[in-house]
């Protein structure tokens, strides 16, 4: 075994042994909606990238974009109507110096806006990575106009110098801060709050080791505290972890805090943090032994409730990229706060000559405890303010910053987990469904470009559909929410785009409106509508927990269109299903059809082969789809097929069939190249069917079968082929026959028809 994987094994052991499973871990989205200009809002200016930086102004109506060397004002309510924008171009002089100190000018050397904060007199603090050497100023957006005041404020230690690196800032109270590295080498990470007097983490690896920034929330753990305590900041990360004896690097992932009153210790710690204090967050994924690496944090609060029940929901992506899992996982905020509270912290002991084993602490802690803020207690004793603390809490606490514990999620296990996605920004909404209850819908953006709504029913994951919002694919690196609009804003490196939180009018049937399951929308039996749920007048069919569709009216008989083909021709009956969920099946006539070498199932069709009389009758394409209470069926569409024998397509080229669809009918050219493509697929696939040619991708059935299958077969099947395509596959079959007693022969045969078919 792999030195680091037993190491980590005995690291994580406790975690991956406490996950039951019942629900699988690849989660599949109901619906896959494809790129569509539609599908959001896009704002994207010819030249200028890396949208990634937003600032929300829901008081002055707009959306504060921050991309590479521009920031724009955008309308809230469409992000495509620019209001304003502000250029911040780096100087020659200032690229020439970036660009001797061996960055790239082209991509480096510029200026990345990386903050945008609103401050208390409602102007805007702003920051760029400027060519390495990082600056910020102050704009205002007034009379419809962006300004930069030019006042040129040094960005270090606020906005990363590297635009590749990442970063997290917050302003609270007009203070700003901030996690980033501080110096041109990024090697130097620190935790700043910029005031007055400005405080900031020691620079040791205990505290920050390698880290990797992700995100920063406010707590107002003050309010009506009975103990008097402070409002916190928190920082999420991920860094290399010290206390894994580990031969390799392994990194983890963190939670921090610090009080919002602390101003640093007297000798010790001057113009540090005195309550700095971090622990793992952990997000055990069944199947993986290395810890997963946090990517995104979300903050959801309740209004109405006490900080206490408010939740982080983040997302985590794998240390190693096999397994290709992305995860959810949701943490309780007073979880968190009890473990830096009440919890044991690890220290450092040296064992034999120079190595560091990170054990439990197990002696007497020092009062005030060090970590915590000022609170009664230490007021009681005299403790107005951290410079207030004894030198025995501060050297603890320098030396000490990691507690023991590790920060469990909720449920111990995610939310959600999904393969082939790797998931990048979270935002939650709470919404209240048609039977009362609030459910918090989780909108998660990939680094496909795709954004995914997702909810979490009762331990159950559900993917209600995946979005491509973005076209190029590229990752979303922000996501914003605006509760005053009801969107959501994302942000990728080729643009910006507003994205609504439902659009229930894409499901066409109360079937379809009832199991996708969307807390957003029901079936109003009034209009006949998949509706959001705001605006129905009527009590709208819905069953989110269930997707219980019995609840739908019967739905109205689906109208059949009618075709008309002829023997000996290839036909495809299209039946796109609604649902990836779902299974489509046929019937011919009441009776259910068998796929065969004449019948063809496709994901969203049915292909029919040489036609004949004996294919004629109504066909009826059914959904299967299985929700939490039954199975439900309903017909997609329905063809009458009648075959026209005055004309067979025998004795030359398969006759291309007229389509005759009620529906929307293409263009007669469209369907001819439509059928012309069918046709060689068709004879393709016939011929893969008939075993004549070995399957390019090997999915076993085919070797094991015997070589011969009758050549009498063949010679007829090639008889009815059009002449062009059969010189091609006769060719190649009697290139190589000796099929399947010489694999490495037959991977050859498969590539040289492959190249032959791209030819025609
Ligand atoms: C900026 O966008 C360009 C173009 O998409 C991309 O190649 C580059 O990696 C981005 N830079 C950063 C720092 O994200
Ligand atoms: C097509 O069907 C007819 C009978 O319906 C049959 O004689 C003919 O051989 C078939 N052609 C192919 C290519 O299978």
Same mark, same amino acid.
Request: proline share 7%; glycine share 6%; net charge negative.
């Given at each position: 075994?792999? =030195?680091?994987?037993? %190491?980590?094994?005995?690291?994580?052991? *406790?975690?991956?042994?406490?996950?039951?499973?019942?629900?699988?871990?690849?989660?599949?989205?109901?619906?896959?909606?494809?790129?569509?200009?539609?599908?959001?809002?896009?704002?994207?200016?010819?030249?200028?990238?890396?949208?990634?930086?937003?600032?929300?102004?829901?008081?002055?109506?707009?959306?504060?974009?921050?991309?590479?060397?521009?920031?724009?004002?955008?309308?809230?309510?469409?992000?495509?109507?620019?209001?304003?924008?502000?250029?911040?171009?780096?100087?020659?002089?200032?690229?020439?110096?970036?660009?001797?100190?061996?960055?790239?000018?082209?991509?480096?050397?510029?200026?990345?806006?990386?903050?945008?904060?609103?401050?208390? #007199?409602?102007?805007?603090?702003?920051?760029?990575?400027?060519?390495?050497?990082?600056?910020?100023?102050?704009?205002?957006?007034?009379?419809?106009? %962006?300004?930069?005041?030019?006042?040129?404020?040094?960005?270090?230690?606020?906005?990363?110098?590297?635009?590749?690196?990442?970063?997290? !800032?917050?302003?609270?109270?007009?203070?700003?801060?901030?996690?980033?590295?501080?110096?041109?080498?990024?090697?130097?990470?620190?935790?700043?709050?910029?005031? =007055?007097?400005?405080? &900031?983490?020691?620079?040791?690896?205990?505290? %920050?080791?390698?880290?990797?920034?992700?995100?920063?929330?406010?707590?107002?753990?003050?309010?009506?505290?009975?103990?008097?305590?402070?409002?916190?900041?928190?920082?999420?990360?991920?860094?290399?972890?010290?206390?894994?004896?580990?031969?390799?690097?392994?990194?983890?992932?963190?939670?921090? $805090?610090?009080?919002?009153? #602390?101003?640093?210790?007297?000798?010790?710690?001057?113009?540090?943090?005195?309550?700095?204090?971090?622990?793992?967050?952990?997000?055990?994924?069944?199947?993986?032994?290395?810890?997963?690496?946090?990517?995104?944090?979300?903050?959801?609060?309740? *209004?109405?409730?006490?900080?206490?029940?408010?939740?982080?929901?983040?997302?985590?992506?794998?240390?190693?990229?096999?397994?290709?899992?992305?995860?959810?996982?949701?943490?309780?905020?007073?979880?968190?706060?009890?473990?830096?509270?009440?919890?044991?912290?690890?220290?450092?002991?040296?064992?034999?000559?120079?190595?560091?084993?990170?054990?439990?602490?197990?002696?007497?802690? =020092?009062?005030?405890?060090?970590?915590?803020?000022?609170?009664?207690?230490?007021?009681?004793?005299?403790?107005?303010?951290?410079?207030?603390?004894?030198?025995?809490?501060?050297?603890?606490?320098?030396?000490?910053?990691?507690?023991?514990?590790?920060?469990?999620?909720?449920?111990?296990?995610?939310?959600?987990?999904?393969?082939?996605?790797?998931?990048?920004?979270?935002?939650?909404?709470?919404?209240?469904?048609?039977?009362?209850?609030?459910?918090?819908?989780?909108?998660?953006?990939?680094?496909?470009?795709?954004?995914?709504?997702?909810?979490?029913?009762?331990?159950?994951?559900?993917?209600?559909?995946?979005?491509?919002?973005?076209?190029?694919?590229?990752?979303?690196?922000?996501?914003?929410?605006?509760?005053?609009?009801?969107?959501?804003?994302?942000?990728?490196?080729?643009?910006?785009?507003?994205?609504?939180?439902?659009?229930?009018?894409? !499901?066409?049937?109360?079937? #379809?409106?009832?199991?996708?399951?969307?807390?957003?929308?029901?079936? #109003?039996?009034?209009?006949?509508?998949?509706?959001?749920?705001?605006?129905?007048?009527?009590?709208?069919?819905?069953?989110?927990?269930?997707?219980?569709?019995?609840?739908? =009216?019967?739905?109205?008989?689906?109208?059949?269109?009618?075709?008309?083909?002829?023997?000996?021709?290839?036909?495809?009956?299209?039946?796109?299903?609604?649902?990836?969920?779902?299974?489509?099946?046929?019937?011919?006539?009441?009776?259910?059809?068998?796929?065969?070498? $004449?019948?063809?199932?496709?994901?969203?069709?049915?292909?029919?082969?040489?036609?004949?009389?004996?294919?004629?009758?109504?066909? $009826?394409?059914?959904?299967?789809?299985?929700?939490?209470?039954?199975?439900?069926?309903?017909?997609?569409?329905?063809?009458?097929?009648?075959?026209? *024998?005055?004309?067979?397509?025998?004795?030359?080229?398969?006759?291309?069939?007229?389509?005759?669809?009620?529906?929307?009918?293409?263009?007669?050219?469209?369907?001819?190249?439509?059928?012309?493509?069918?046709?060689?697929?068709?004879?393709?696939?016939?011929?893969?069917?008939?075993?004549? %040619?070995?399957?390019?991708?090997?999915?076993?059935?085919?070797?094991?079968?015997?070589?011969? &299958?009758?050549?009498?077969?063949?010679?007829?099947?090639?008889?009815? $082929?059009?002449?062009?395509?059969?010189?091609?596959?006769?060719?190649?079959?009697?290139?190589?026959?000796?099929?399947?007693?010489?694999?490495?022969?037959?991977?050859?045969?498969?590539?040289?028809?492959?190249?032959?078919?791209?030819?025609?």
């Amino acid at each position: 075994m792999h =030195p680091l994987r037993s %190491l980590t094994v005995f690291c994580l052991l *406790p975690l991956a042994l406490m996950l039951d499973e019942d629900s699988p871990l690849d989660c599949v989205p109901r619906r896959s909606v494809p790129y569509h200009r539609d599908n959001a809002r896009v704002f994207h200016e010819e030249g200028v990238f890396n949208y990634s930086t937003m600032l929300l102004r829901e008081d002055l109506n707009v959306l504060l974009l921050g991309a590479r060397e521009a920031v724009y004002a955008l309308d809230l309510n469409d992000i495509s109507k620019k209001l304003a924008a502000v250029k911040w171009e780096v100087t020659q002089q200032q690229e020439d110096e970036c660009k001797n100190k061996g960055k790239d000018p082209e991509t480096e050397c510029k200026n990345y806006i990386r903050i945008l904060h609103k401050m208390e #007199d409602d102007r805007i603090y702003v920051c760029g990575t400027n060519a390495f050497d990082p600056e910020c100023d102050y704009m205002s957006y007034t009379d419809g106009k %962006l300004t930069l005041e030019k006042r040129a404020e040094d960005g270090k230690g606020k906005c990363p110098f590297d635009p590749f690196q990442r970063y997290a !800032s917050i302003m609270v109270d007009n203070d700003l801060y901030s996690a980033t590295s501080m110096n041109f080498l990024g090697s130097e990470p620190i935790l700043m709050r910029s005031s =007055p007097v400005s405080i &900031r983490t020691e620079f040791k690896s205990s505290w %920050l080791h390698e880290p990797n920034f992700v995100s920063m929330a406010q707590m107002p753990e003050g309010d009506k505290s009975e103990e008097g305590d402070d409002d916190k900041v928190y920082l999420f990360f991920s860094e290399t972890a010290v206390e894994c004896d580990c031969y390799n690097k392994l990194v983890v992932s963190r939670v921090a $805090r610090v009080c919002k009153g #602390d101003l640093g210790g007297q000798r010790t710690l001057q113009k540090k943090w005195t309550s700095f204090l971090k622990a793992r967050m952990d997000c055990p994924v069944l199947e993986s032994q290395l810890p997963y690496i946090i990517q995104d944090t979300y903050r959801w609060c309740d *209004p109405e409730k006490h900080w206490k029940e408010c939740v982080f929901y983040a997302v985590f992506t794998p240390q190693s990229d096999t397994s290709g899992l992305s995860a959810v996982c949701a943490y309780r905020v007073s979880d968190i706060s009890k473990v830096f509270a009440e919890g044991k912290y690890k220290t450092p002991v040296t064992v034999e000559t120079s190595f560091v084993k990170w054990v439990m602490y197990s002696g007497d802690v =020092p009062v005030p405890r060090p970590g915590a803020c000022i609170d009664n207690k230490a007021r009681e004793a005299g403790i107005t303010q951290t410079l207030d603390l004894p030198d025995r809490t501060l050297q603890f606490i320098k030396d000490r910053p990691l507690m023991d514990q590790s920060i469990h999620p909720i449920g111990q296990k995610p939310l959600l987990v999904r393969r082939g996605a790797t998931f990048t920004r979270i935002i939650v909404n709470e919404v209240q469904a048609a039977d009362g209850e609030k459910y918090h819908v989780m909108f998660i953006g990939t680094e496909e470009g795709t954004m995914l709504r997702a909810v979490n029913y009762n331990g159950e994951m559900f993917i209600i559909e995946e979005i491509q919002v973005f076209h190029p694919p590229g990752p979303i690196k922000i996501l914003k929410f605006s509760d005053n609009m009801g969107h959501l804003y994302a942000g990728s490196d080729s643009g910006a785009a507003q994205i609504p939180l439902a659009t229930c009018e894409k !499901s066409s049937t109360c079937m #379809d409106c009832v199991l996708a399951r969307d807390p957003y929308c029901g079936w #109003d039996t009034a209009v006949k509508k998949c509706v959001p749920l705001s605006k129905s007048q009527s009590e709208p069919i819905q069953s989110v927990k269930e997707g219980d569709a019995s609840l739908c =009216p019967p739905a109205d008989p689906v109208k059949p269109s009618s075709l008309v083909i002829w023997p000996g021709s290839n036909q495809k009956l299209n039946c796109p299903s609604p649902s990836n969920l779902a299974k489509t099946s046929w019937e011919r006539e009441g009776s259910t059809l068998e796929p065969s070498t $004449r019948l063809q199932f496709l994901p969203d069709g049915l292909l029919i082969f040489n036609a004949s009389v004996k294919d004629a009758g109504r066909y $009826r394409c059914t959904s299967v789809e299985r929700s939490k209470t039954e199975k439900y069926t309903y017909t997609v569409v329905e063809y009458q097929v009648s075959v026209n *024998p005055a004309r067979s397509g025998r004795g030359g080229l398969p006759l291309l069939p007229q389509a005759q669809t009620d529906g929307p009918s293409v263009t007669g050219l469209q369907v001819a190249v439509a059928l012309l493509v069918i046709t060689l697929l068709a004879l393709l696939a016939w011929n893969f069917v008939k075993g004549h %040619l070995p399957l390019p991708w090997n999915c076993g059935k085919n070797v094991s079968e015997p070589p011969q &299958r009758g050549h009498g077969e063949e010679a007829l099947n090639s008889a009815s $082929r059009p002449p062009p395509v059969e010189d091609k596959l006769l060719v190649s079959e009697v290139d190589y026959t000796p099929r399947n007693n010489n694999h490495t022969r037959e991977e050859g045969a498969s590539l040289q028809y492959i190249d032959d078919e791209s030819e025609i």
